[in-house]
């Protein structure tokens, strides 16, 4: 079945502690992304991929970092520097054919203890 | 840098009245523009897209249509039903994948 497998669905963090979130894919698509999303705004891009070992910072990246060793695997982690990480995170990618349409997964919802 | 400028909501309306939600958007060059559509607890799902002026793209009923002149691409609906309830999402892209959202715009469908 293929798709963007994005785990957990709900992670909570504690206090000075980091969390990785993971997003699989098995599209054999080249790009990847990582969104946030706070209640009552737009998505924000916090890092994208394009290709395997090359990771750009987006708009928010502060706090967060990422590798992207395999084509299909974009993990994020939320480091203890990110003050404020509670939000709903979302994983998308996109296939060089497809006229910059976006798959995303179901998403990570990320609490704080 | 891009931006997009989406109608607050959110938007409550009877089933089989018209939907209209605005989208403006600035951008250097001439991105392709997109609706997705996020239902509850869920990731985001393509809706339509224009990728060039005077484009509609048309999907369950919904269409947009990218004006360049206005720099616009409001989405509409003829007849919403209670099934369209969702949070609807204007954005827009260029080349290189990195996709700018609006702030999202919740709508309610009551029966």
Redesign the interface.
């Known amino acids: 079945d293929g798709g963007?497998t994005?785990s957990p669905k709900y992670l909570f963090r504690k206090e000075g502690q980091n969390v990785t979130l993971s997003c699989e894919q098995n599209l054999n698509h080249d790009?990847m992304?990582w969104?946030r999303q706070d209640p009552?705004?737009?998505?924000?891009?916090i890092y994208?991929s394009?290709i395997v070992n090359d990771f750009q910072k987006?708009d928010i990246a502060e706090g967060y970092s990422v590798s992207r060793e395999k084509k299909e695997s974009f993990p994020l982690t939320v480091t203890s520097a990110q003050k404020n990480p509670t939000a709903f995170y979302?994983c998308?990618t996109?296939g060089a054919a497809t006229?910059?349409?976006?798959?995303?997964?179901?998403?990570t919802q990320l609490s704080v203890l | 840098g891009d931006s997009v400028t989406q109608m607050e909501g959110p938007v409550t309306l009877s089933e089989e009245a018209f939907l209209t939600i605005n989208c403006t958007y600035t951008a250097t060059g001439y991105p392709s523009l997109f609706w997705y559509v996020q239902y509850p607890g869920e990731g985001l799902q393509l809706l339509l897209k224009a990728t060039k002026a005077d484009d509609k793209g048309s999907n369950k009923g919904f269409e947009a249509t990218y004006r360049k002149e206005t720099t616009s691409f409001h989405l509409e609906k003829g007849s919403v039903q209670v099934s369209d309830s969702a949070v609807y999402f204007c954005a827009g892209g260029t080349s290189y994948g990195k996709l700018t959202f609006g702030q999202g715009t919740i709508l309610t469908v009551h029966p």
């Open positions: 963007i994005q790009a992304y969104y009552g705004q737009g998505l924000r891009l994208y394009q987006g979302l998308a996109r006229n910059e349409k976006l798959f995303f997964g179901s998403g």
